[in-house]
């Protein structure tokens, strides 16, 4: 079984205006608790809003803009939830380029609740076993994804999960998932 020690583990946590807080910080916080170094970019500097389903949340501080991220510099990337913040992004070149760019290193990446839409858009779905917000299941199975109604789904470098309810169980699959990643990165040098 491989170390759940994430020390030195850069994630880019790719977010704007709208995203659902717990999506944001419970996994982030299990990242950064794993030893990860995380990132949040967004598409501009400064702050971004967050939601807590329907009720404003709290602002966080932008690390990064989208402009001056290069996803060399990530060895995982966490796109977290929030319709009004998925919506945003998927329409981004850059960040659909961003997560394009990861996936094609076969660097993991993890998506909660509505965030799978930056990677429909990439055009990256089709034929991956997935899982998310169950309003959005048209749309992923439509892109060409094999889409389940379960907590958390893992498919090759990727993890998917519904909504907050399932954060844990999210947050032991992507720790697992990039302590794996990792793991082989470190044999294959």
Same mark, same amino acid.
């Given at each position: 079984?491989?170390?759940?020690?994430?020390?030195?583990?850069?994630?880019?946590?790719?977010?704007? &205006?709208?995203?659902?807080?717990?999506?944001?910080?419970?996994?982030?916080?299990?990242?950064?608790?794993?030893?990860?170094?995380?990132?949040? @970019?967004?598409?501009?500097?400064?702050?971004?809003?967050?939601?807590?389903?329907?009720?404003?949340?709290?602002?966080?501080?932008?690390?990064?803009?989208?402009?001056?991220? &290069?996803?060399?510099?990530?060895?995982?990337?966490?796109?977290?939830?929030?319709? %009004?913040?998925?919506?945003?992004?998927?329409?981004?070149?850059?960040?659909?380029?961003?997560?394009?760019?990861?996936?094609?290193?076969?660097?993991?990446?993890?998506?909660?609740?509505?965030?799978?839409?930056?990677?429909?858009?990439?055009? %990256?779905?089709?034929?991956?076993?997935?899982?998310?917000?169950?309003? @959005?299941?048209?749309?992923?199975?439509?892109?060409?994804?094999?889409?389940?109604?379960?907590?958390?789904?893992?498919?090759? &470098?990727?993890?998917?999960?519904?909504?907050?309810?399932? @954060?844990?169980?999210?947050?032991?699959?992507?720790?697992?998932?990039?302590?794996?990643?990792?793991?082989?990165?470190?044999?294959?040098?």
């Amino acid at each position: 079984m491989p170390s759940r020690n994430l020390e030195g583990l850069r994630v880019a946590i790719l977010a704007t &205006n709208g995203v659902e807080q717990p999506e944001l910080t419970e996994p982030r916080k299990a990242l950064d608790e794993a030893g990860a170094k995380t990132e949040l @970019i967004s598409l501009r500097p400064g702050k971004i809003y967050a939601f807590k389903h329907h009720d404003k949340g709290d602002q966080f501080n932008v690390d990064l803009a989208l402009d001056e991220a &290069n996803p060399e510099d990530f060895d995982a990337v966490l796109l977290p939830g929030g319709a %009004l913040n998925a919506d945003a992004l998927r329409v981004e070149e850059k960040a659909q380029k961003f997560v394009k760019s990861m996936d094609k290193s076969g660097k993991p990446i993890a998506v909660i609740c509505h965030a799978p839409w930056l990677l429909v858009s990439a055009g %990256l779905v089709r034929g991956r076993h997935m899982t998310s917000y169950h309003t @959005i299941q048209d749309d992923m199975r439509n892109a060409g994804a094999n889409w389940v109604d379960q907590q958390v789904v893992r498919d090759r &470098n990727w993890v998917s999960s519904r909504q907050p309810s399932d @954060i844990p169980a999210f947050n032991r699959e992507m720790i697992s998932l990039f302590a794996e990643s990792r793991e082989e990165a470190r044999k294959a040098a």
